[in-house]
């Protein structure tokens, strides 16, 4: 996976912001998008596709883009930067293989530890019932 190729491939558009702005909201186009078509992507392999669309299941449209949003800052800049920053975060962690997972089995002390356990249980709740007439 190659940052810069990737980087080149997004495509962003500002809109209006709903939050802090004052007078000056209503001219300004400070919330930025950021759409990632995740199907077309050249810098990425097959593989590295699949394994991003399971991980942005929810994320992705029908056409599988993926759109990120941004409005925390009042600058077009900064929220652009921040949206680069956490899309970046999310395709490195989308990326990560899991780690295969090891089986294991209780160990043998632990098992008798339990069953002692249940014997005294059962043992316990015999008492209490009421003896039975002979």
């Known amino acids: 996976m190659d940052k810069q190729e990737i980087l080149r491939e997004l495509q962003f558009r500002a809109v209006r912001s709903s939050g802090p702005g004052g007078q000056h909201a209503n001219k300004v186009s400070s919330k930025v998008e950021l759409n990632f078509n995740l199907k077309d992507s050249k810098s990425l392999t097959e593989s590295e596709k699949d394994r991003l669309a399971q991980f942005f299941k929810n994320r992705l449209s029908q056409a599988g883009i993926l759109v990120l949003q941004c409005d925390e800052t009042r600058s077009q800049h900064q929220n652009r930067s921040l949206l680069i920053r956490r899309f970046l975060k999310l395709l490195n962690t989308g990326l990560k293989k899991p780690k295969p997972r090891k089986p ?26 009421k003896p039975k007439p002979e």
């Open 104 to 129: 294991t089995r209780p160990k043998r002390s632990a098992v008798l530890k339990r069953l002692e356990y249940k014997k005294k249980q059962a043992q316990k709740k015999q008492q209490r019932q």
